[in-house]
């Protein structure tokens, strides 16, 4: 079935520790999205997060060497290597705003809502941590059709299951997340 085709992230973080260009490209491919999106998030405009992005993937490539894969999913990797270069483009960014219009620092300040990244990073954390406790199919099945785009049929041809199993399982994991990310009761 199509089970054969489809390699783990550790197979492919593998690869890629051995210089597998195409291994790293499968691995860009699947996680791309969700890491702009992080990204965005974080630094609040599209041309920064794609900056960030290919910093994060850059700086994956040069580590993956020495990566000792903990779960089953690359992501949280590079959740936190994006969280850093996030972290560092708003440092930059504020210091070249120090330096170049020191009058302006109280603006500066009231721009950079930390109680807004703070909630957004651990919304992001939730929807991860919920992430790691779906199935490997699930988890598959969120990549290809929530990450990835796939349409149902796509994602089912992919996976070697039917359309009504992808169908079904993504409609039960998009209630799971929105039961994570819905504000809590007062």
Same mark, same amino acid.
């Given at each position: 079935?199509?089970? #054969?085709?489809?390699?783990?992230? #550790? ?18 491919? #699947? ?26 993937? %850059?700086?994956?490539? $040069? ?5 000792? %894969?903990?779960?089953?999913?690359? !992501?949280?990797? %590079? ?51 919920? %992430? ?11 990549? !290809? ?13 992919? !996976? ?6 992808? $169908?079904? $399982?993504?409609?039960?994991? $998009?209630?799971? !997340? ?9």
């Amino acid at each position: 079935m199509g089970d #054969a085709a489809v390699r783990t992230d #550790a197979e492919l973080v593998a690869a890629a520790a051995g210089g597998s260009e195409a291994a790293f490209r499968e691995l860009y491919r #699947a996680y791309a999205r969700p890491v702009y999106w992080l990204a965005h998030g974080l630094v609040g405009n599209p041309a920064d997060a794609e900056d960030v992005m290919q910093e994060t993937f %850059l700086a994956a490539w $040069r580590k993956i060497p020495g990566l000792e %894969l903990a779960g089953e999913s690359l !992501l949280p990797w %590079l959740v936190t290597i994006c969280r850093f270069q996030s972290a560092n483009r708003v440092r930059r960014q504020q210091r070249d705003r120090r330096v170049s219009a020191g009058a302006f620092e109280d603006d500066l300040a009231a721009r950079v809502d930390v109680e807004d990244q703070v909630i957004g990073l651990a919304l992001v954390e939730r929807v991860i941590a919920e %992430l790691g406790t779906l199935s490997p199919l699930d988890q598959d099945i969120f990549r !290809l059709c929530a990450a990835e785009g796939y349409a149902y049929q796509a994602a089912a041809e992919q !996976l070697g299951v039917s359309h009504a199993v992808v $169908r079904n $399982r993504l409609s039960r994991i $998009r209630t799971r !997340l929105r039961a994570v990310v819905e504000p809590e009761g007062p």
